[in-house]
């Protein structure tokens, strides 16, 4: 589109590397053409299937001769800049349109873009994390459903602190039912528990006898159903070991890459690297917001003055 609003040209590449320099080779043609020096490059977000090219686009020698601004626009922004036109209809080309019209009015609020790859390299990290912990979470839901149908007893009473550490989910990987758990010999299992529990339990005695009054009142499962049940919670505990160590993985590399940004959110009691690099990764570089309401707007929050007006 040209600066005064009409269509210069129409034309669709793939997503992929040849697309994307056909995409620069045709930007940069109309340019040189036209004789602009400027070009205001948009997309619509699309998770993460518009990343490669903005990143492309950034880097490509052929569009860095001319001053170029790119923006990746909130879909949200872009059917409300599309209600001012209520009859066109719904398709590729009219969206790549209504895109480039928005971007010439200039009226755009705080656009998602990568300015700064760190908060790129940054957002990547505390996102997966996000989804980490997420399926962690989801994972200990159903070990919860699972721990009920073994040994109800254990799902109901408070008989350890941690029901997924270290002591908790050995006992269950090394007994096979209730039956097992109410006739072993009390000092056995609670040497067991102190074991396993790398001998940090102030009494593991109390943790064993509160555990085989537990099995005794639980319900006893048949034992195809209860087989059944075990391979389920030794799939699960696996799983959740393993989501564990990506969490100590992530974080390690979170914290690392957080060094890398200067900031003062870590000063705020209660909120360490890790929070506050998610925080940092979303709102990117500050400098991008002309005041604290932008901010507060992007964010979807609300800022509310502290000041006091004279009566």
Request: hydrophobic share 40%; net charge positive; proline share 4%.
């Amino acid at each position: 589109m040209l600066p005064d609003g009409s269509k210069y040209s129409s034309f669709t590449v793939q997503n992929n590397l040849g697309g994307a320099q056909s995409l620069s080779m045709r930007v940069v043609a109309a340019l040189t053409e036209q004789g602009l020096s400027s070009v205001v490059l948009g997309l619509e977000a699309t998770s993460v299937y518009g990343d490669n090219l903005v990143c492309f686009l950034r880097e490509d020698g052929a569009l860095g001769r001319f001053n170029k601004k790119i923006h990746v626009l909130n879909p949200k922004q872009v059917k409300k800049f599309k209600d001012a036109y209520p009859d066109l209809p719904k398709n590729d080309a009219v969206d790549a349109f209504v895109i480039a019209d928005n971007l010439r009015f200039g009226r755009i609020s705080a656009a998602i873009y990568m300015d700064d790859y760190r908060y790129k390299a940054l957002q990547t990290l505390t996102r997966a994390r996000f989804f980490a912990v997420q399926s962690l979470v989801r994972e200990k839901q159903r070990f919860m459903n699972y721990l009920f149908m073994k040994c109800s007893g254990l799902a109901q009473e408070k008989t350890f602190s941690n029901n997924y550490g270290a002591a908790a989910l050995a006992v269950l990987e090394e007994f096979d039912s209730p039956d097992d758990l109410a006739n072993i010999d009390l000092d056995a299992l609670t040497a067991f528990i102190a074991e396993k529990g790398k001998y940090r339990s102030p009494n593991p005695e109390a943790i064993a006898k509160a555990i085989q009054a537990a099995a005794k009142g639980s319900y006893r499962l048949p034992k195809t159903v209860n087989d059944s049940v075990n391979q389920v919670l030794s799939i699960s505990i696996s799983s959740m070991r393993a989501m564990q160590a990506q969490l100590k993985t992530l974080n390690k590399e979170i914290e690392r890459q957080f060094e890398n940004i200067p900031n003062t959110l870590t000063s705020i009691p209660g909120i360490g690297a890790v929070f506050s690099a998610g925080i940092i990764a979303e709102i990117g570089d500050i400098n991008r917001f002309k005041n604290h309401a932008a901010i507060a707007k992007y964010a979807r929050s609300c800022m509310v003055s502290t000041s006091v007006r004279p009566i």
